[in-house]
Each structure stands twice: as structure tokens, then as C-alpha cells.
Nanobody, 126 residues
Framework: QVQLVESGGGLVQAGGSLRLSCAASGRTFSRYHTGWFRQAPGKEREFVSVMRRSGGSEYYADSAKGRFTISRDNAKNTVYLQMNSLKPEDTAVYYC???????????????????WGQGTQVTVSS
């Protein structure tokens, strides 16, 4: 089992940047594919980005392409989400998730993940 704790959220003006971190503890972090999701008020949780357990093969939601970058440091048991050119519509609670699935198929869906952090609030003002 792995425990996930997000940090780095906050209030930022449109066009600004934030870097979210997700620190993992418990079992070996390199066993897990890791993803980022977000949930805005009144909306369903949606996929943002994912990266393979070994790094690479990252995918992004269309809304994140060209602005967000996922990365991970297995030595530090941490996954990051660098968010640039933020827009008010990026306002949401951002969640880190981890999966020890043997496959990468389905990794853009919430059901793929067994472990979730508590979330960190990102608010982008116009």
C-alpha cells in the first residue's frame, strides 16, 4: 500500500504558474503508475495527466497539453505537475493517484487507480 500527500496548491492569477507535488510513502514508489486528476465544484473528477512507473509515456488531457508537464523522481518518491499559463477554468481540487496495475491501459480513467491523495486546491483568478 502507498500513501499520497499533495502540496503546492494555492491562489494564482491567470497566466501564472504553480508546481504541485505528490509525496508517496509506503511501498516502493517505482511500482506505481501515477496520475493527476482534478475536480471542480459541481463537476465530475477528470483526468489531467499520467506517467508510467518507470517514467515516460506521459499522457495529457487536451485541456492540459502544452501548458502542464508531469514528471517524477523515484529516488524522492515524488511526482510533480508543473502548471503554466493557468486559466480560471483550471480552478479545481487536484488529486494525485497511484496504481500498481501491470498494464498501462486505462490509465486515463479514475477507476484505474487504487490509491488517492487528499487533494490540493488550485484557484486561478481572472
Amino acid at each position: 500500500q502507498v500513501q499520497l500527500v499533495e502540496s503546492g496548491g494555492g491562489l494564482v492569477q491567470a497566466g501564472g504558474s504553480l508546481r504541485l507535488s505528490c509525496a508517496a510513502s509506503g511501498r516502493t514508489f517505482s511500482r506505481y503508475h501515477t496520475g493527476w486528476f482534478r475536480q471542480a465544484p459541481g463537476k465530475e473528477r477528470e483526468f489531467v495527466s499520467v506517467m508510467r512507473r518507470s517514467g515516460g509515456s506521459e499522457y495529457y488531457a487536451d485541456s492540459a497539453k502544452g501548458r502542464f508537464t508531469i514528471s517524477r523522481d523515484n529516488a524522492k518518491n515524488t511526482v510533480y505537475l508543473q502548471m503554466n499559463s493557468l486559466k480560471p477554468e483550471d480552478t479545481a481540487v487536484y488529486y494525485c493517484a497511484a496504481s500498481d496495475s501491470g498494464s498501462y491501459i486505462g490509465s486515463t480513467t479514475a477507476g484505474f487507480y487504487s490509491y488517492w491523495g487528499q487533494g490540493t486546491q488550485v484557484t486561478v483568478s481572472s
